[in-house]
């Protein structure tokens, strides 16, 4: 038996830099960490491919994530307003995800407000690392 409940089934990279999804997805694949990987554009996005894959009509082809990496900031709709649909859709209840933050600038500000987010158990800067990857699995994926 493996030591860990992975390769995980789907990743979803929900992130507007092209640059970032493209290293990110790269680095999940060499890893062999998730049988799939989606790269979404922003939030909403996220929210589109959630509901249609937890909502009360899901829809087959819409598997659920067993992890989200979210860019805080993006255009549409950024990290922390899609965490605010999600919290209102109760995603959590339905069918509960591991969220991880990406961010490209540490402010102060975005680390302050992301204190607020329970769901939220970590954040990472861009771009992945095998160190940061190795971590995630250890913390969140880890057979008991």
Same mark, same amino acid.
């Given at each position: ?64 994530? $067993? !992890?989200?990496? #979210?860019?805080?900031?993006?255009? +549409?709709m950024?990290? /922390? *307003?899609?965490?605010?649909?999600? &919290? ?21 500000? $975005? !680390?302050?407000? #992301?204190?607020?987010?329970?769901? +939220?158990k970590?954040? /990472? *800067?861009?771009a992945?690392?095998? &160190? ?13």
């Open positions: 038996m493996k030591p860990y409940n992975y390769p995980l089934n789907l990743v979803l990279l929900v992130d507007d830099d092209d640059t970032t999804n493209y290293l990110n997805e790269r680095l999940l694949k060499e890893m062999q960490v998730a049988k799939e990987i989606k790269l979404l554009k922003n939030g909403k996005e996220a929210l589109d491919y959630l509901t249609k894959a937890e909502g009360p009509e899901a829809e087959a082809a819409y598997k659920h994530p $067993d !992890l989200v990496f #979210l860019d805080i900031k993006m255009p +549409v950024d990290g /922390f *307003s899609f965490l605010n649909e999600y &919290h209102k859709l109760n995603f959590e209840e339905i069918n509960p995800v591991i969220i991880l933050m990406l961010t490209s600038s540490a402010s102060f500000y $975005d !680390l302050e407000k #992301l204190k607020q987010y329970n769901k +939220v970590k954040h /990472f *800067s861009k992945l690392t095998k &160190h940061d990857v190795h971590e995630i699995i250890e913390e969140f994926f880890k057979r008991s």
